[in-house]
């Protein structure tokens, strides 16, 4: 089982969600609104200065569960459908999981996403 981590901008979160859904057996996902900033320091794009006076950028942070087999179709419909070319597009990141457990049903394993 992988986790398939994205922090993605905004405004490509319902193409993204469409994409994904469209793949055969996908999963679901949890979506949360984050703030940062990579390599470019938060000094293009909108904005926000906080309190401690560090410009942080909004993102979305996807979070998906699923079969290995289902990684590289997830990963390739995430980065086609969020790239826009410009900085702060996001970042995809792939990420072993030792265990899963549904709490209404208790199954355990692939089973269980």
């Given at each position: 089982?992988k986790?398939?981590?994205?922090?993605?901008?905004?405004?490509?979160?319902s193409?993204v969600?469409?994409?994904?859904?469209?793949?055969p057996?996908?999963?679901?996902?949890?979506?949360?609104?984050?703030?940062?900033f990579g390599k470019?320091?938060?000094?293009?794009?909108?904005?926000r200065?906080?309190?401690?006076l560090i410009d942080?950028i909004?993102?979305?942070?996807i979070?998906i569960?699923l079969?290995?087999?289902?990684?590289?179709?997830?990963?390739e419909?995430?980065?086609?459908?969020?790239?826009?070319?410009?900085?702060?597009d996001g970042?995809?990141?792939v990420?072993?999981i030792?265990?899963?457990?549904?709490?209404?049903t208790?199954?355990?394993?692939?089973?269980?996403?």
């Open positions: 089982m986790e398939v981590k994205a922090i993605i901008q905004p405004f490509k979160l193409a969600t469409r994409a994904l859904q469209e793949i057996g996908f999963p679901g996902m949890t979506v949360s609104d984050c703030m940062g470019e320091k938060g000094k293009e794009g909108p904005h200065v906080v309190e401690d942080y909004p993102k979305v942070r979070e569960m079969k290995n087999e289902m990684v590289d179709t997830v990963v419909a995430i980065t086609k459908t969020a790239h826009t070319g410009n900085p702060g970042k995809v990141f990420y072993d030792e265990k899963a457990v549904r709490i209404k208790l199954e355990h394993g692939e089973e269980a996403i």
